[in-house]
Each structure stands twice: as C-alpha cells, then as structure tokens.
C-alpha cells in the first residue's frame, strides 16, 4: 500500500480548509440576520399607541420617532379635543377650508356612513358628549329622555355638506358636531404604516392603536403576528376568545369593555347608536379584518351597531372585509372567510 506523502496530506488539508471557508463565507453573505424588535407605547387620538418594529435599512428608533410624529399630527389635526383642529373648527364655526387629506377622510366619513346606513354616523358627537364620552375627563352619566331626543336631533350624517370644488366642509344645521374618531384613528394607523415602508421597504412589526391593528411586515420577515380577540365577557385584558394569523393588512376590534362607566348594575359603553342615542346593545364584541385598517375600523363600529341579529352581514364583504359578531349571550356569527385567519401557515 502506498503511503500519503506529506505534501498530498497538506493538499487536503488546504483544500478542506478552502471548502470550509467557501460554506461560511456562503453563510455569511445569504443568511438572514434576526430582526430585532423595538417597541414604544404613548397616548394619542384618544387611546394609547403601542408601535413595534424592527428597521432592515433605518434604525428602529428612528422609525418609531417616525410614527410617534405622525400620529401627533393626525391628533392635533382631526382631534375634536384639540382647539385648533379642522374638526373643532368646523363644529364651532360651521364650516372649515379642507387640503386634500382632509377632504379625503370628511368624504370617505360620509361614504361610509352612507354604505352602513348611518350605523356609522360621523355627527354623532352631540350624543358621545351627552354621556360623557367625549373626553376621559368628562362626567359619565345617563342622560334623560328628553335630553336624548334633543340630541339626536342634530345627528345625521346628510348634515354634512361637502364642496370639493372649493376644498370645504360644512354642517348645513347649527348645532351639528362632527367626531372623525371611528375612522381617523384607522386611517392613522395605514398612513403611519405607509411612512415607514417609504422609508425603509423592509420593516416589519405592527401598531396597535386601542385595537386597530395594522401590520407593517411579517413576524422575522416570513412568520405571521399572532393576534388575540379579547373575551368581552372577562376582566382580564390579556384573556382570549379566539385567536388571528396575519401577514399584512390589519384588524379592528370594538368591545363594550373599552370605555364604558356602570350605574345602577348596568354598565353603559361608548358605541352610541346614531338611531337610538343609546349605547349599542346588539354586540359585545365586533372583530372586522381588511387590507385596510380604516375600512376595518369603521366597519367595526357599524357592525357593531347593526348587532349580532344583523341579516346582512356577509353583505358587507363586498367591500372586503370579513366579520366575528360575538353576541351578549357569547354566540358567535362570522362571514364566510373570516375562519381562514385562524389558520397558521399562509
């Protein structure tokens, strides 16, 4: 047997140690690093913002700023809180000078109370202030009879008059306020998300505003974010009723746990119903899911007025959403592509 000289033994050698560095170098060039999460909570349009990201290009803190920004101008723009806003403008003046965002989201406000036959009702701030919903600050109570009926009189979306030709919004009845806040803080949420892929294409991550949420990007760039709907019938905020895969798009929830304030053992929540001037009593818990995080959230408050019992539910896929009603008996109804998000894998 003839034996390896010392020079084919060092050929080896070098080649393997070539081969090795070739797989390495390999894995160092294609592997894909882990992103790392950044997260940051703050209040604004009326809840609390919870942003969480990773950058590929652009730090995260940078993106985060990005968002926080973004959000505060929404707020100080639309906010019927906020002294200088279009909004506050327009209910204490009647009439208001709209740019092309603005115009955009006062008509979109109208379409869609038109499509949902006024379940979701732009107008309905004299109701939301009678109850004290208005501001976290106000005095919670149950208004009389004849303090509701005077209130609704000044609720109805054909209110609303809007000339595009010369960029204005105008309430056609003194008295008439208008609320954006079912659909700003939706529109908030995509508008931020829309930021920060201009800025870097490859973030991922989500914002959850009070229960809007949207996603920028898929878990780690390939998985996606798992998503809880709250048990409307339990105290706990971290317990779940059921449970949504997503990749992209977004989800709203509406519950009657978010703001609600309890007088003689009935507990009275926020979502007023435009016809009635009550809160809501159809509903304990509306989950609408879109490509769009403002169709869901307006969605979510109409169908959340519309009820349980609500004979055109799987009507309003027609515009791309699909719906989990949870009824104040803990039934369930949903559309019929809705259980297609309890799947894992996509």
Do not use: C
């Amino acid at each position: 047997m003839r034996k390896k000289s010392g020079r084919s033994i060092r050929l080896y050698i070098y080649i393997a140690a070539i081969a090795v560095g070739v797989v390495l170098l390999s894995l160092l060039i294609f592997s894909k690093p882990t992103p790392v999460y950044s997260e940051k909570i703050f209040p604004s349009l009326g809840t609390v913002i919870r942003v969480n990201l990773a950058g590929d290009k652009v730090s995260s803190d940078v993106l985060i700023n990005i968002a926080e920004k973004e959000f505060l101008r929404i707020h100080n723009k639309y906010s019927p809180n906020v002294q200088d806003s279009l909004v506050s403008i327009l209910n204490q003046n009647g009439t208001v000078t709209v740019d092309e965002e603005a115009l955009f989201l006062f008509q979109s406000a109208y379409n869609y109370a038109a499509l949902t036959g006024g379940a979701f009702d732009p107008t309905v701030r004299p109701l939301i202030k009678l109850w004290g919903f208005d501001d976290e600050f106000s005095t919670k109570r149950v208004p009389t009879q004849e303090e509701i009926n005077e209130a609704l009189s000044y609720v109805d979306y054909r209110f609303i008059d809007i000339d595009k030709d010369n960029m204005q919004v105008s309430l056609l009845k003194e008295g008439v306020e208008v609320d954006l806040g079912a659909i700003a803080k939706g529109y908030a949420v995509d508008l931020v998300i829309q930021r920060i892929r201009e800025v870097d294409p490859k973030a991922t991550g989500f914002i959850d505003a009070g229960g809007d949420i949207g996603i920028i990007g898929p878990k780690f760039k390939e998985l996606a974010w798992v998503i809880g709907i709250r048990d409307p019938f339990s105290d706990e905020y971290f317990t779940s009723i059921d449970t949504i895969y997503l990749t992209n798009g977004g989800v709203a929830t509406s519950g009657n746990y978010e703001r609600y304030f309890i007088s003689d053992g009935i507990k009275y929540h926020h979502i007023i119903d435009p016809q009635t001037g009550y809160p809501a009593t159809g509903a304990v818990s509306v989950t609408v899911i879109s490509e769009n995080v403002m169709i869901a959230d307006v969605f979510s408050t109409a169908l959340f007025v519309l009820g349980y019992d609500n004979p055109a539910l799987e009507h309003f896929t027609d515009f791309g959403i699909q719906a989990l009603v949870i009824s104040p008996t803990g039934e369930s109804t949903e559309t019929s592509g809705f259980d297609y998000f309890r799947e894992k894998i996509k």
